[in-house]
């Protein structure tokens, strides 16, 4: 069936590092990825969309990278800062447009 | 800017009582999905309605009913709760299909 998930539960790195988050996904009729942050007692804060017409994205200090090929999805952040520190969840878009399916979440964190 | 608002964020209920969530979608958002986040679990797409009709299903309990008002807020009816019903419950809503979705901050809910 349809899944998203991660390959690593946590991530630790040092301040000013750059850090990447993977995330492998099931379903190759997939064609919309959302990665978002979550903060301990808060909701899903939306970073970075990709479509699979597309490889790369960048925003602000984030970039994800689509490999359609191996079903490969990434996150990076350039210059890690302590207020990166959150879950990390990577969804699909359901075929429909409606559900998002999550992935399991990465944990990073920042080390001053 | 203005967010997905979801009342109360805490709630307290025992066992076979009921509850009521609301969520109060992002201005011009049509449409409105619901999730359940158990504890280190990823959330779970329960249900979502577009423009006051419902537009997807997933794993939402028959306990449980939902719906969307001519103002587009939504709220979620739960009856005959359950020890296992304790969760926080999201709220997102989005500007139709194949959109980013904006999740509110969330209801806890617990169950005595």
């Known amino acids: 069936g349809e899944s998203v998930g991660l390959h690593l539960p946590t991530l630790s790195v040092q301040e000013g590092d750059n850090s990447i988050i993977n995330c492998a996904y099931s379903n190759s009729a997939s064609d919309y990825f959302i990665w978002y942050k979550q903060e301990s007692g808060k909701g899903p804060q939306f970073i970075i969309d990709i479509r699979s017409n597309m490889d790369k994205r960048q925003g602000q200090r984030v970039t994800v990278l689509l490999n359609k090929t191996v079903k490969h999805l990434s996150l990076q952040i350039a210059a890690t800062q302590p207020g990166d520190s959150a879950v990390y969840f990577c969804a699909e878009i359901s075929t429909s447009g409606s559900r998002l399916t999550f992935g399991e979440g990465t944990q990073l964190t920042v080390n001053p | 800017a203005a967010g997905v608002i979801q009342s109360p964020r805490h709630l307290i209920k025992e066992k076979r009582e009921t509850a009521t969530l609301k969520c109060y979608p992002i201005p011009r958002h049509d449409t409105v999905y619901w999730y359940q986040q158990g504890p280190g679990q990823d959330p779970q797409f329960l249900i979502s309605?577009?423009?006051?009709?419902?537009?997807d299903k997933g794993s939402i309990p028959d306990r449980f009913s939902a719906q969307q008002f001519s103002d587009y807020h939504s709220e979620l009816n739960m009856s005959s709760l359950e020890l296992g019903d304790s969760a926080l419950y999201f709220c997102a809503s989005s500007l139709k299909s194949f959109q980013p979705q904006h999740f509110g901050d969330g209801t806890r809910l617990s169950i005595l």
């Open positions: 309605f577009y423009e006051k009709m419902q537009s």
